[in-house]
Structures are given as C-alpha cells and as structure tokens.
C-alpha cells in the first residue's frame, strides 16, 4: 500500500451552544485551512446512503448505477 502525503486535519466549531468537528484531508494545514474557508461556497447535495468499498471494483459501479436508476423511475 503507498504512503499518503495527505493527511486529516481537525477543526472545530460551535452552533448552537453545541460542539461540533470537521475533518479535512489536505497536503498541509494551509491547504485544510484553504479548503475549510471554501466551504462557504458549498452546495448541498444530499444525504450519505452508504459508503460503498472501492476494493469491489465494476461491482461497486454496476450496483451503484442500478440503484440510482430505480430510484430516479420510482421516485
């Protein structure tokens, strides 16, 4: 397996009178910093359903696009 150059960078915040993280995967921390200030500029879109391996390969893809085309026919 390759070593990374990236790594996981942590940044918290409140809302709310409440704690919250968020963890960017950047080079550096001035890219995550970069990247967390472009978040303002984000578009919803959607909530996560699954995490689908990449390991299982065409699998993965096949089942993937099946899924989104019953969902767009029966919704």
Do not use: C
Not at 37 to 51: Q, T
């Amino acid at each position: 397996m390759a070593v990374s150059e990236y790594a996981t960078h942590l940044f918290s915040y409140r809302f709310q009178s409440r704690s919250y993280t968020v963890d960017i995967v950047a080079k550096d921390a001035d890219e995550a910093k970069a990247r967390l200030k472009a978040l303002a500029w984000a578009e919803y879109d959607g909530v996560l359903v699954a995490r689908v391996p990449a390991a299982i390969g065409p699998l993965a893809r096949l089942t993937i696009a099946f899924r989104n085309a019953a969902h767009a026919l029966f919704n």
